[in-house]
């Protein structure tokens, strides 16, 4: 671990880390503190605004305690640990053996992981992603008719709205209280953030959060959802219902793969993986760093690897997918994003390219019939398996886009 992150400061030293989008935190921070114009202001050479809730910026008012120079530091230090941290929830979620997942196990895969290119971008810009994975599964890893699962979800989503997604995937697995309870946290967290700031309350919610475009363009080869593969597919920096009407199938076709590998295989994991998933692929915009999803996916992936050499097949390609940077590769400098050839396309979004046959290969999977007897996957033999629950959720472009 040490050699990995000694690499990474080598690599500071060369190029030193922007991490813009700590500055973007600290002064919603200020901003929240000093009753300032929340979604007014722009910071960095990048002109980058403020694109959270109001309840977020209350969380980011420590961060104004600190010098940004010495909150850079904090940052980097906090994402390890929470890489860490993910690591090992991942693992028990996957079931991994519990050998998988001491501290020296930890520690080694924390050090690979790094590199992986949503974590490492994550870094880079000094995001929050990381910690709103571990928010959402450690929730969703507790068990079923636990004290408060869903309310831990429901405040990730006040702080991004990404998350809101996992309660209707607790509503559709017939979780009803975990989902009604996911709602109450998502209310709690507007209501703090109303009665503190009610000004910019009022604004995003009537109007910031419906304006895509303040995020950032949707087409660069920064966005890998499934707006910006359509938009560069098509050279429409605006495509419209050309999107939408995708977008909205894709949502139904994730859920439905999500629900259907709970329900007929138990494993509910890759339900959460593949409602995750589906969440990245219809936002308007995920930024390349907003996969971190891949940490959990890769450790499901390793779980399941066994004798099997096309499983091992697969983990490597998927693997290498998360950290060749092939959309960094392509020219991608002023207007070119708009302007691939076909044969670049994929190169620019491997990302949801991956994520589309995600639904696809769980149903699939779920339609093989199960001929062990007393297996999960052979339907009305067995309850479902949940996660198991704990013992104790570079190349920094010019153009604009936020976190």
Known sequence: MLVSFAGLWVLYEVQPLP?????????????AASGGDLYGFT???WDLP???PP?????????????LGTLKIVCVLVNAGLLALLIHLSCQAAGVRRAAHTLPAVLAATALGLWLEPVFQTFVFGQVNLALTCLVLWDLARPDGARGKGFATGIAAGIKLTP????????ITGRVKAAFTALAGFLVSVLLGWLVLPDASVEFWTRRMFETDRVGKVWIVDNQSLQGLISRVLHNPAPGLLWAVPALLTAAAGLYAARRVYLRRGLDIWGVLCTAVTALLVSPISWSHHWVWCVPLLIGLAARVRRHPWRRALLAAVTLAFTVRTMWIVPHHGDLDLHFSWWQ????APYPLLGLSLPAALIW???RTVSAPGEPGKPGVSAPRRIP??????????????A
Request: hydrophobic share 50%.
């Open 55 to 67: 309840f977020a910026a209350l969380l980011f008012i420590p961060t104004t305690w600190l010098s």
């Open 164 to 171: 809101a997604i996992f309660a209707v995937y607790l509503l």
């Open 43 to 45: 910071v960095t050479k």
């Open 345 to 348: 396309q994929p190169f620019a």
């Open 50 to 52: 403020a694109t959270y």
């Open 19 to 31: 991490m813009s989008d700590i500055a973007v935190y600290r002064a919603e921070g200020e901003a």
């Open 365 to 367: 999977w779920t339609r």
């Open 389 to 402: 629950s704990p013992r104790t959720d570079q190349d920094l472009t010019a153009r604009t886009r936020t």
